[in-house]
Antibody, heavy 122, light 107 residues
């Protein structure tokens, strides 16, 4: 069965950087685009970033553009999010999510991980 | 940036039908997708595209769209349907946007 397991969250100070990962299993990772979606405590969902199945296309929400970098290593079945210049408003539970489309981009999230919590605080 | 608007809260009597709506200009050009999120859990896709249900989603869940409004209908709501529901859609400027979510209470 599809499994997405995020790791690497934590408490960091404003202005610093953090990278976390999402280990995928149960499907052919290299055939699917992947997303990061976040949810601030007690708030709604916010799409953050997308990377295509082969890593050739990347898109970002305006709120993180220029600060966050999404990447993937298909040889390791792992998705990454590198975050820099972190702000208090980046505090959230970060989910990785699998795109529904095979070798394409549907922008539909058919599987989600359980999330990793990032707290930006001094 | 574009927005999708949802009612913050909706309630339904057990076994009755409830419609949860999502409004936004992007819905004139793109279908909405719907996600269910129960407390402490990750979201689950319940409806996508015109009216498609992923495997394992009960057929009491259905989707529809008209103009700038998309709807998620639960026909015969069950206690286990109590959750937050989020719509999302593509948007030409923001790429993808979520609605603010609707908290469904089953009475």
């Amino acid at each position: 069965q599809v499994q997405l397991v995020e790791s690497g969250g934590g408490v960091v100070q404003p202005g610093t950087s953090l990278r976390f990962s999402c280990a995928a299993s149960g499907f052919t990772f290299s055939n699917y685009g992947m997303h990061w979606v976040r949810q601030a405590p007690g708030k709604g969902l916010e799409w953050v970033a997308f990377v295509s199945y082969d890593g050739s296309s990347k898109y970002y929400a305006d709120s993180v553009k220029g600060r966050f970098t999404i990447s993937r290593d298909n040889s390791k079945n792992t998705l990454y999010l590198q975050m820099s210049s972190l702000r208090a408003e980046d505090t959230a539970l970060y989910y990785c999510a699998k795109d529904l489309g095979t070798l394409s981009s549907s922008w539909i999230f058919d599987y989600w991980g359980q999330g990793t919590l990032v707290t930006v605080s001094s | 940036s574009s927005e999708l608007t949802q009612d913050p809260a909706v309630s339904v009597a057990l076994g009755q039908t409830v419609r949860i709506t999502c409004q936004g200009d992007s819905l004139r050009n793109y279908y909405a997708n719907w996600y269910q999120q129960k407390p402490g859990q990750a979201p689950v896709l319940v409806i996508y595209g015109k009216n498609n249900r992923p495997s394992g989603i009960p057929d009491r869940f259905s989707g529809s769209s008209s103009g700038n409004t998309a709807s998620l209908t639960i026909t015969g709501a069950q206690a286990e349907d109590e959750a937050d529901y989020y719509c999302d859609s593509r948007d030409s400027s923001s790429i993808l946007v979520f609605g603010g979510g609707t908290k469904l209470t089953v009475l």
